[in-house]
């Protein structure tokens, strides 16, 4: 069992930065595959961000690709989310996520929502214009 909780969403002006945290407590932390997905308002939830269990593999959703970074610390069980120029289109509830992977998988990731174990509760972020 993982939970995870994220923080760090707050409402910040076009073309500002936030970085976003997500604190996981359980087994196994470097086992996982983590994600951070968002869902703005009316919308299905989208793929944003994925990284290996070892952080040396990461992908992004085109949409936030140059301007997003995922990272891990493993040490600290936390994974992190840092964007930069963000426009009024990122604004959304920010999920984090992780996708148990066994050792043989360790370089992989995945950008399917179904395949993600364990799910945090959001953090907001609204970003205006």
């Known amino acids: 069992q993982v939970q995870l909780v994220e923080s760090g969403g707050e409402l910040v002006q076009a073309g500002g930065s936030l970085r976003l945290s997500c604190a996981a407590s359980?087994?196994?932390?470097?086992?996982?595959?983590m994600g951070w997905f968002r869902q703005a308002p009316g919308k299905e939830r989208e793929f944003v961000a994925t990284?290996?269990?070892?952080?040396?593999?990461?992908y992004y959703a085109d949409s936030v690709k140059g301007r997003f970074t995922i990272s891990r610390d493993n040490a600290k069980n936390t994974i992190y989310l840092q964007m930069n120029s963000l426009k009024p289109e990122d604004r959304a509830v920010y999920y984090c996520?992780?996708?148990?992977?066994?050792?043989?998988?360790?370089?992989?990731?995945?950008?399917?929502?179904?395949?993600?174990?364990?799910w945090g509760q959001g953090t907001q972020v609204t970003v205006s214009s």
């Open positions: 996520a992780a996708d148990y992977r066994a050792w043989y998988l360790s370089g992989t990731y995945t950008w399917d929502e179904h395949e993600y174990d364990y």
């Open positions: 990284i290996s269990r070892t952080g040396g593999n990461t």
């Open positions: 359980g087994r196994a932390f470097s086992s996982y595959a």
